[in-house]
């Protein structure tokens, strides 16, 4: 099924995880295959599989069928995967960027739409999701929010991964929530352009040259040092690890940066905007 064409599903339980994890370790073991010999065959890696074997990272429907298929387990992994139990909402073609993010060491962000994830208040977060059309219930939108807050822990880290946003003042000048919301997302972006290992910079209106003008991506390094890029649309996203297309992203980042504001300016920036709000 394509990424763009799934529905929106509930992301799965932790304990649930660790139990299709554990049935997956049972079974490949019962192969003969060890996890590095099973990643090179599926192409995904030693630590992939690792990774699902250890919980902490879900098993996709699509791979739990072929793993079915070469392991002989007879439908055990698609049935486990698609009755795990669910906790909260997280559209199911983000799931597999936002495994990424935790284990990034290096995260780049050019936002043009919306303050990114994670930068937001909850009342900004909250604000961005109430937008939605067509709406969600409030039970949802508490869950979506309690979900975002608790994503930025990595950038609260001990040793959190080197950060760098590019954010289009276009994206600071639209009020979403009302007066409050805005003044609150003002100071807290503010905050952050002092912490250290954090880089914000502001794209300014009014350039005559833009390399970003297609729209948000973000960018990710892995502890392998492998690159992968992460676009978002209306329908679903794409998680690109082709090494040309991430580099045509990368250089449009690179550019981004030399065009947006400094990080002195920023704050100025940001310091004048909270005068005027």
Same mark, same amino acid.
């Given at each position: 099924?394509?990424?763009?064409?799934?529905?929106?599903?509930?992301?799965?339980?932790?304990?649930?995880?660790?139990?299709?994890?554990?049935? *997956?370790?049972?079974?490949?073991?019962?192969?003969?295959?060890?996890?590095?010999?099973?990643?090179?065959?599926?192409?995904? $890696?030693? %630590?992939?599989?690792?990774?699902? #074997?250890?919980?902490?990272?879900?098993?996709?429907?699509?791979?739990?069928? %072929?793993?079915?298929?070469?392991?002989?387990? =007879?439908?055990?992994?698609?049935?486990?995967?698609?009755? !795990?139990?669910?906790?909260?909402?997280?559209?199911?073609?983000? &799931?597999?960027?936002?495994?990424?993010? /935790?284990?990034?060491?290096?995260?780049?962000?050019?936002?043009?739409?919306?303050?990114?994830?994670? *930068?937001?208040?909850?009342?900004?977060?909250?604000?961005?999701? /109430? @937008?939605?059309?067509?709406?969600?219930?409030?039970?949802?939108?508490?869950?979506?929010?309690?979900?975002? !807050?608790?994503?930025?822990?990595?950038?609260?880290?001990?040793?959190?991964?080197?950060?760098?946003?590019?954010?289009? #003042?276009?994206?600071?000048?639209?009020?979403? $929530?009302?007066?409050?919301?805005?003044?609150?997302?003002? /100071? =807290?972006?503010?905050?952050?352009?002092?912490?250290?290992?954090?880089?914000?910079?502001?794209?300014?209106?009014?350039?005559?040259?833009?390399?970003?003008?297609? $729209?948000?991506?973000?960018?990710?390094?892995?502890? &392998?040092?492998? /690159?992968?890029?992460?676009?978002?649309? %209306?329908?679903? @996203?794409?998680?690109?690890?082709?090494?040309? $297309?991430?580099?045509?992203?990368?250089?449009?980042?690179?550019?981004?940066?030399? %065009?947006?504001?400094?990080? &002195?300016?920023?704050?100025? *920036?940001?310091?004048?905007?909270?005068?005027?709000?």
């Amino acid at each position: 099924m394509s990424t763009t064409t799934r529905s929106r599903r509930s992301r799965r339980n932790a304990s649930a995880m660790k139990m299709v994890g554990a049935l *997956l370790a049972l079974s490949r073991e019962a192969a003969g295959y060890t996890q590095k010999s099973l990643g090179e065959i599926f192409v995904v $890696g030693e %630590q992939q599989i690792a990774s699902i #074997e250890q919980g902490r990272r879900p098993l996709k429907i699509d791979l739990a069928e %072929q793993l079915d298929q070469l392991l002989d387990t =007879k439908g055990a992994l698609v049935a486990a995967v698609s009755e !795990m139990p669910e906790v909260d909402l997280v559209p199911l073609w983000a &799931e597999e960027y936002l495994d990424r993010e /935790r284990e990034a060491i290096a995260i780049s962000v050019y936002a043009s739409l919306a303050v990114p994830g994670q *930068l937001q208040t909850e009342n900004y977060a909250r604000a961005v999701f /109430r @937008s939605r059309v067509p709406v969600y219930d409030e039970d949802e939108t508490e869950q979506l929010v309690a979900a975002r !807050m608790e994503r930025q822990e990595i950038v609260h880290r001990k040793n959190p991964p080197t950060t760098s946003f590019v954010i289009w #003042e276009a994206v600071l000048r639209d009020r979403l $929530g009302g007066r409050e919301v805005y003044v609150g997302q003002l /100071r =807290k972006l503010r905050e952050y352009a002092e912490m250290p290992g954090i880089t914000i910079q502001v794209l300014p209106l009014g350039r005559t040259s833009h390399a970003g003008p297609h $729209g948000p991506f973000v960018l990710l390094e892995t502890p &392998e040092h492998q /690159r992968l890029a992460y676009m978002e649309t %209306q329908r679903g @996203s794409q998680l690109i690890a082709d090494p040309d $297309g991430v580099g045509i992203l990368t250089q449009k980042y690179v550019m981004l940066r030399t %065009q947006a504001l400094n990080t &002195e300016d920023t704050r100025d *920036l940001l310091d004048r905007l909270l005068g005027e709000a």
